[in-house]
């Protein structure tokens, strides 16, 4: 009984552990991801542009300095392991 009461306890701990206390070190490594990938990009201005993921939802926003740079940056997040369907909140300098 008593052995069946500590795996009972391991597998709930481990299976609250998967569902809550994984997710933002998920997260945190999928952003880091994203980040590493547009900074590879020469010549895409990052300073007005935020990257935010929660629970595997990604978010792009800011301002880019054109058409083309959103169009590289768009295309490179869709491209990183891990990224299901990002939302893009983008404006272009004028």
């Not at 999928?30 to 935020?50: E, F």
């Not at 629970?55 to 301002?63: P, Q």
Request: net charge negative.
């Amino acid at each position: 009984m008593k052995r069946g009461l500590a795996l009972l306890l391991i597998l709930g701990f481990f299976g609250c552990a998967e569902l809550g206390f994984k997710a933002p070190l998920q997260d945190s490594a999928l952003r880091g991801s994203i980040m590493s990938a547009l900074r590879r990009q020469k010549g895409l201005d990052l300073s007005h542009v935020d990257v935010d993921v929660d629970a595997g939802s990604v978010v792009i926003s800011g301002m880019v300095d054109s058409v083309q740079q959103e169009k590289l940056l768009e295309d490179v997040v869709y491209h990183v392991r891990g990224v299901k369907e990002p939302a893009f909140n983008l404006a272009v300098k004028e």
